[in-house]
């Protein structure tokens, strides 16, 4: 188990990961399962890896890079976090309305501004939304 635990350490001293992609990278290092259970449950114990703090965290550097809910969510799923801890996470985020107006004002309404915030992952009720109230044309 100690071996497991460095793997993950390593893992872990650049940037924070979730309990599923720890598990993950350990497995394809070949640990076995009941190594990488104790190992996953040490580094929990010791707060190394909280599925919490690395969704809230996660989807607060994404939301800051301007992505909607939908991304934030596929990508906090690929990551292996369960739903309730993306819905905890997303408690904690500015509304996605609040952050595509901000998108809006800052490149003016209109067709192109809703293609960017689709491709960014907003839901089509806030790009309609916030799209028409920037004075452009949603549907373009």
Not at 28 to 57: C, I, K, N, P, Q
Not at 104 to 117: E, S
């Amino acid at each position: 188990m100690h071996d497991a635990v460095e793997v993950a350490l390593r893992a872990l001293r650049h940037r924070d990961r979730s309990a599923a992609q720890i598990d993950a990278q350990l497995a394809a290092r070949g640990v076995s399962e009941s190594e990488r259970v104790d190992a996953l449950a040490t580094l929990a114990r010791t707060g190394l890896v909280d599925d919490r703090r690395f969704a809230e965290t996660r989807a607060s550097a994404l939301a800051d890079r301007g992505a909607g809910n939908a991304f934030i969510r596929h990508d906090l799923l690929l990551a292996g976090v369960d739903d309730d801890v993306i819905e905890h996470a997303f408690a904690a985020l500015e509304d996605e309305r609040i952050r595509a107006e901000r998108i809006v004002a800052r490149r003016g309404g209109g067709a192109k501004t809703a293609r960017y915030l689709s491709g960014k992952g907003f839901s089509e009720d806030t790009i309609h939304a916030v799209v028409a109230r920037g004075g452009g044309d949603a549907l373009g």
